[in-house]
Each structure stands twice: as structure tokens, then as C-alpha cells.
């Protein structure tokens, strides 16, 4: 017995050695001088619209610190900064257009997050937490990346899950009352607070992914990803109503409680020696439970126009088909059970619809030494500005018959990092 | 359901034909400059890339396929 224990005391001894061993020799790798890199950024959205001028300022800024060669850390914040008007009420052709009326809205959210990176050879693992809240929404989020490379590096494997714990804020009502009297949310007043008016829907989301990057030849790379989601919970938005009868009765938008989505992207990238160019382009397909297909195709060119300026130009064309219980007027006479008669939506983006997108951004980027810093600290330092501007064609969708007019946008992002 | 499974077994065909050729892809170490420079690699991680993708996602019906994430709406 006792040579037992002393056995199975010395193996469990030996393993802790082992263990200790191991994190000794992880913490000993000999030391990178230590690096911080500062990120900073804005995208700023606008949409040129008689009625809704929605624009939203999203600004940016990470810190990554790398303390030794096999650990990374990182907090990241931002904010979006929306102000605007929108249409609290979807109706069809067959409503008179005077129910269309336009409510102002500003919102600031902020976002947090703090991730980790450990990498050793040719393996990292990444975790990051993700906290985001504005006045009528609440999100923590959890993400595990794990990646690996082999076939001399020719070859990278990831894997990817995300676990989203989501609150939306809404009309406090009983889970039993009819959909059908549900009325919408009239502001954020009150939200996340003990008002009785207010109550909290849970939303969950997971998101798996995998992704294979393979180079092919020198100048030749491919990337083919792969994600499946669930979304379950209040999957609406609560402010919005939609006209459901011939006498004008409305209602609190009312989408299925579940979505399960997947989508399929391969990309591509080559250099053309001739022209000191990068080309490259993926095409991307979606497909999820509320019967949405899409298909998004886009192509780029990236060339260095001199040794510390790049240029690149993109552009990307998106379709998708309606959802499922999809219909631009809820009051002629659907099927009272079917799928466009049990759920009603007046949610653009689950209507058909076409997208087309152009863009550019330069770049420059400047490279230092630790023996010759830039201007005396910086050991790289770059600075970036793009435009996008994106045509949204959308076959399906009115306001009591009116086309709306904010289907075109900018967006104009900056961009800065330094190295120290 | 015929149709899923012949579309399936396609795509188990082109994979069982693709991913062991990428044995067969060896690019040398000292062949890897072009490779590793910026305009070669993908960008779905870039500040950038990420924002373009947020504002994407609050006008289309459909995301996924990117990166994994998460973290709030910022939907209105």
C-alpha cells in the first residue's frame, strides 16, 4: 500500500515537475525586446437622404502589447455615434402613405474588449471578451481562435467558436399576450431599469468557424472559410411597428424566435510580377434557416505606387432573395398561418435586395530600426484613408408605396499605427 | 433531397481531391517574400475591413463567413 501511494505520489510528483518544467521553459524563451503597437481609427457613415441623414461616426482605438515572443495582449474600444431619423412604422402600397411618419434617433454605444494570443512555433490559441452596451442593448461576448501551421508553413488551420449573451430592451408585456397587440417600443426611456413598462429579452448567438489559408506557389495564396451561427431569442427590432390590417392596425414587428445561418467563402490572391501588383477577388454564399440565400462577389488590386504607399481599389457586388415570411404588405390577405401571415417584418435587409460597392484606400507606411527609431520612438508607423460608397437597389421594399431614398452611402475611414 | 445529396457528394469529391494536393504545394522559405508581404495577405482582421464589415452587416440580410465576433448591435 504504502509502495503504492509512493508511487502514485512520485508519478504525480513527476508529472507536476513536468508541468512546472514546462511553463518555466515557456516563460524562459528568450525575451523579443518589448513591443507596443497603438491602433487608432474612424469610419464615418453617412447617408445623403431628404428625410433620414442617418450618419454614424464610429470611432476607434486598440493597444496591443507584446511582453515576450509568445504572448500577446490586447484592449480594444470603440464607439458608434448614430444621429438621424428613421420610419418607426412599415406599411405597404395598399396603407394610405400619412401612417409613414419619421422619428429622430441618436444613440451612443460603446464596445470593450480584452483578448490574449499565446503562440508557440507554429501554433496560437486566442481568447478575447467582448462587453458593448447602448441605451436599449446590452452584449458580453466570448471567442476562442485556435490555429495551427504545418507543410513548412505552407498550410494554416484555424478553428473559431463565439458565444454571444445578448439583452434587448422592450414593451414589458406577458409572454402569452398575441402577437397581434403587441405595440412597439416607444424610446429608450426606462430601459435596463426597474421600470415596470421595461422588461429584457435574452438573445443568444453562437458562432463556429473554421478556415483553411493554403500558399500555392510564391505568388499564389487561397483562403476557403466556413461559419455556421444560431441565433436564438427576440430577433426583431422593438422600436419597429408594421401596418398588419386592411384598417390600419399595427403591431410590434414579429420574427421567429430562431435563425440558424451558414455561409461558404473562398478567396484568392496573386502577384503580378509584371506590374508589381496584387489581384485578388472571393466569392462568398449564405444561406440560413428564414430561407435567405445570398451571394457576394468581390475583386481587388493592390499596388505599391512608391516604396511607402500603397494603393488599393475594390469593388463587390451583393444579391440576396427575401425571407421567408418576407412581404412588402401584411394586409392583403396572407394566409393567417402561413409563414408571411404568422410573422410580419419591416426589416429592408430580409427583403430582396442588390448591393454594389466601390472603394479604394493608401496607405502609407513607414519602417524604423531599434538602433533608428522614427522622429527618436516609433519603430513603424502608418497611416491610412479610404473611401466606400455603397448603391443599395431594393426590389421589394416601400414606404406605403413610396421608394425610400437613403439607399446610397460613404463611408470614410482613417486610419494610424505606430509601432514602439 | 436527391439534389442535396449529389451537391454534397460533390463537394466531399472536390475536397478529397483539393486538400491532399496541398501536400504537394511547397513553397521554400526563402520563396516567401512576396507571400509574406502586406498586399498578399488577407484583411478580414484589419480595423478597416472590420468597420466596412459592420456597416455591411446593419444594410444586408446575411453575415457570416468572416471572422468570428461579437459584441453589441449597433444596429439602427
Not at chain 1, 429608450?188 to 413598462?197: E, M
Not at chain 2, 452587416?57 to 439602427?76: A, D, I, L
Amino acid at each position: 500500500m504504502r509502495s503504492r501511494l509512493s508511487r502514485s505520489a512520485r508519478s504525480c510528483l513527476a508529472s507536476l515537475g513536468a508541468l512546472a518544467a514546462a511553463a518555466i521553459s515557456l516563460v524562459a524563451t528568450p525575451a523579443r525586446a518589448q513591443v507596443v503597437e497603438v491602433d487608432l481609427n474612424n469610419a464615418s457613415f453617412h447617408e445623403p437622404s431628404e428625410t433620414s441623414q442617418m450618419t454614424v461616426h464610429n470611432p476607434g482605438a486598440t493597444l496591443t502589447v507584446l511582453p515576450w515572443d509568445w504572448l500577446s495582449l490586447g484592449v480594444h474600444y470603440e464607439a458608434d455615434v448614430v444621429s438621424g431619423a428613421s420610419e418607426p412604422v412599415k406599411a405597404g402600397p395598399l396603407s394610405s402613405p400619412d401612417v409613414i411618419s419619421q422619428a429622430s434617433v441618436t444613440d451612443l454605444r460603446h464596445l470593450v474588449s480584452g483578448s490574449f494570443t499565446l503562440s508557440r512555433k507554429n501554433t496560437s490559441i486566442t481568447g478575447s471578451y467582448t462587453y458593448a452596451k447602448e441605451e436599449d442593448y446590452k452584449s458580453q461576448s466570448f471567442a476562442v481562435i485556435a490555429g495551427t501551421e504545418f507543410l513548412q508553413r505552407n498550410t494554416r488551420l484555424e478553428l473559431s467558436y463565439a458565444r454571444g449573451f445578448d439583452k434587448v430592451c422592450n414593451t414589458a408585456y406577458p409572454p402569452n399576450r398575441d402577437p397581434t397587440v403587441r405595440t412597439p417600443l416607444d424610446s429608450s426611456k426606462g430601459c435596463f431599469t426597474s421600470d415596470a413598462k421595461r422588461q429584457q429579452l435574452d438573445i443568444d448567438i453562437d458562432t463556429f468557424g473554421a478556415a483553411w489559408t493554403q500558399s500555392w506557389t510564391p505568388v499564389f495564396t487561397t483562403q476557403a472559410m466556413l461559419s455556421f451561427g444560431l441565433l436564438h431569442g427576440f430577433l426583431g427590432n422593438p422600436y419597429r411597428g408594421v401596418v398588419i390590417g386592411a384598417s390600419g392596425q399595427v403591431a410590434q414587428e414579429h420574427h421567429p424566435e430562431n435563425r440558424a445561418r451558414f455561409a461558404a467563402t473562398l478567396k484568392a490572391k496573386y502577384y503580378l510580377r509584371g506590374l508589381d501588383m496584387s489581384v485578388g477577388g472571393s466569392v462568398r454564399g449564405y444561406r440560413d434557416t428564414w430561407d435567405l440565400l445570398s451571394q457576394t462577389y468581390e475583386l481587388e488590386a493592390e499596388r505599391y505606387m512608391l516604396p511607402w504607399l500603397r494603393l488599393l481599389v475594390k469593388g463587390r457586388y451583393y444579391n440576396q432573395t427575401g425571407a421567408l415570411f418576407w412581404s412588402d404588405d401584411y394586409t392583403g390577405g396572407e394566409p393567417e398561418y402561413g409563414p408571411r401571415g404568422q410573422y410580419w417584418s419591416g426589416d429592408r435587409e430580409l427583403s430582396p435586395l442588390k448591393s454594389y460597392l466601390v472603394g479604394g484606400r493608401v496607405l502609407g507606411t513607414w519602417k524604423g530600426t531599434r538602433e533608428q527609431r522614427l522622429a527618436g520612438m516609433l519603430l513603424d508607423f502608418s497611416a491610412g484613408a479610404s473611401l466606400d460608397v455603397i448603391q443599395t437597389k431594393l426590389e421589394d421594399f416601400s414606404l406605403a408605396g413610396r421608394e425610400p431614398d437613403d439607399t446610397t452611402a460613404f463611408v470614410l475611414g482613417l486610419s494610424v499605427h505606430g509601432g514602439f | 433531397m436527391k439534389k442535396n445529396l449529389g451537391r454534397a457528394v460533390i463537394a466531399l469529391g472536390l475536397l478529397a481531391v483539393v486538400v491532399p494536393s496541398a501536400g504537394c504545394a511547397t513553397v521554400r522559405p526563402e520563396q516567401r517574400s512576396i507571400l509574406a508581404d502586406p498586399v498578399m495577405q488577407f484583411e478580414s482582421e484589419s480595423p478597416e475591413e472590420r468597420q466596412l464589415e459592420h456597416v455591411l452587416e446593419n444594410r444586408e440580410g446575411s453575415f457570416g463567413g468572416g471572422s468570428v465576433k461579437g459584441g453589441g448591435c449597433g444596429c439602427n
